[in-house]
């Protein structure tokens, strides 16, 4: 007993560790929210070009975990951890210095790349630490619920720095965490890898990401150009085709990026389907929600992020009554009542007045989905690495992580085009008949913003109404996309109650 204390205690230590960096990485999945409103007076971005800001952090990260475990798995997973948080720091600096919309874009998409080295390595980290079911379940759950953390405080953050600084240093901050971070890594963590690694597959993972951007390429910029439009249809359709050979390639090699086998286990399937669905209404109804709190309330961006804060707290809450509850009730139920958390806070939400709806009238429903989205992840976590080798521990936690992203970067596609499409139709109406020069109207229909800023410059009466109409627009849009998503993750629900086992096989809890 005498020689474990130690050890248990320099294992937290280098839980602490992980958990710290890998706060920073997962903040900055939403510190940019808050900040979408100010990039829209600043920079001139429209609605999609928001999705893209936001999607091309999450399409790298999800796009890039799969190689980023294989390679942890087989070169060490320390290093790569480490390697990651510097792509990621050095993403930062240019994202902080960006001039325009498109060098913005590309420097999240680095950013999303180191994030991908890092999170598979630290997750496999933390299942080579903790052997034990129990304790493993323990330090997973600090583990999501840090990844939550940070997840639900990036708008609280981004509104205190917006508040004092200007746009860029909502990435600036992420320089001297991932400084510590590193430094911590190299004095605390060991070094560990697979026995058996597999090769790389740089193909398959070339050909995931560019089926992923092409689909959410369609789905961002259907609103915009039409979704009958022939490039929208024939960008989806070759999305779908390189998805389709994605899956051809990966079954005919020897060394698949993504082994199909472990699909087979419903207890991986279904888990990586549920926390996929969860991530898609947490990452795309807060990309709502910290627009509709400023744009539509009227707060600022720090009153906005503030308003947000409660989320976070009930993230970390689920998070860490998850295990138990897993303990007592098993996988399917606490996966089947968190999805079904989520379904109510997006529909309490949706269901709020347009009229009249105060921040105190859509709190219930953001806590609801935040402690939903928190009491989910660990599960799911627990559900797949209990499903795979130890060996396979950083493909397993990759792909654990792939859905979360690729969930999130959906979400964010899926609801911000159903909001831009209810939006810009609504709007087409109100302009129709008058004479709006086509710069106005291409303001007026690329997003809230832009309504906004015309109406300001028109003034009286025809500003005051045009506000008006674009403010009733975008909650309108807000409200059929938050029944999306809800309808979207009822049907997780429903699924994982259906196919989700309780418990692994031979499970002596």
């Not at 710290?20 to 900040?35: G, P």
């Not at 001139?44 to 399409?59: G, N, R």
């Not at 996966?335 to 269901?351: H, N, R």
């Not at 109406?429 to 015309?454: M, N």
Request: proline letters at 5%.
């Amino acid at each position: 007993m005498a020689t474990d204390a130690p050890m248990t205690r320099r294992r937290w230590s280098m839980l602490t560790v992980l958990c710290v960096a890998v706060l920073i990485v997962n903040l900055d999945n939403t510190i940019l929210n808050v900040a979408l409103p100010t990039l829209v007076r600043r920079l001139q971005a429209t609605t999609d070009e928001l999705q893209w800001i936001v999607d091309a952090y999450a399409m790298a990260f999800g796009g890039l975990l799969l190689v980023g475990g294989s390679l942890a798995d087989r070169y060490g997973r320390k290093r790569f951890f480490t390697l990651g948080l510097v792509i990621f720091g050095g993403g930062s600096l240019g994202a902080a210095f960006s001039g325009s919309v498109g060098p913005l874009i590309a420097w999240r998409a680095v950013m999303g790349g180191g994030a991908a080295l890092t999170i598979p390595s630290g997750l496999s980290i933390v299942n080579d630490l903790y052997r034990v079911a129990s304790e493993r379940a323990r330090a997973v759950g600090i583990w999501s619920g840090t990844i939550g953390l940070g997840i639900a405080i990036g708008p609280v953050a981004g509104g205190l720095l917006l508040s004092r600084f200007w746009w860029g240093s909502v990435f600036l901050v992420n320089v001297p965490v991932v400084v510590l971070g590193i430094v911590g890594t190299w004095l605390f963590l060991p070094e560990s890898r697979s026995l058996a690694p597999d090769r790389p597959d740089p193909a398959g993972s070339a050909l995931s990401i560019l089926g992923l951007g092409l689909i959410l390429w369609a789905i961002i910029e259907g609103p915009t150009r039409g979704w009958l439009a022939p490039e929208v249809l024939a960008t989806g359709a070759a999305g779908v085709a390189v998805i389709a050979g994605f899956v051809v390639w990966e079954r005919s090699i020897d060394h698949p990026m993504l082994p199909l086998e472990f699909f087979r286990s419903r207890r991986f399937s279904v888990a990586i389907v549920s926390v996929g669905l969860g991530l898609f209404a947490l990452f795309g109804g807060l990309f709502l929600m910290t627009q509709f709190l400023q744009f539509f309330l009227g707060y600022t961006p720090l009153g906005a992020g503030l308003r947000i804060l409660p989320i976070a707290g009930v993230i970390a809450l689920g998070a860490l009554v998850s295990p138990r509850a897993v303990r007592g009730i098993g996988t399917k139920l606490v996966t089947t009542i968190a999805l079904l958390f989520v379904v109510g806070g997006l529909a309490q939400i949706a269901l709020a007045s347009v009229a009249s709806v105060t921040y105190l009238e859509e709190l219930p429903g953001m806590l609801l989905m935040g402690f939903g989205a928190g009491f989910l992840v660990p599960a799911a976590i627990d559900s797949v690495l209990g499903a795979v080798t130890q060996a396979d521990a950083g493909v397993g936690s990759a792909m654990n992580s792939t859905a979360m992203q690729v969930g999130g970067a959906v979400g964010v596609a899926v609801l911000g085009s159903v909001l831009s499409t209810r939006y810009r139709n609504s709007m087409q109406a109100v302009i129709a008949g008058h004479h709006v020069p086509a710069v106005a109207a291409q303001a007026i229909l690329g997003s809230i913003g832009g309504a906004l800023t015309v109406a300001q410059i028109a003034g009286g009466r025809v500003g005051s109404e045009l506000a008006a109409a674009a403010r009733v627009a975008f909650a309108l849009g807000s409200r059929t996309a938050l029944v999306v998503g809800a309808a979207v993750t009822g049907a997780g629900a429903l699924l994982a109650l259906i196919a989700l086992p309780s418990r692994p096989p031979h499970d002596s809890r």
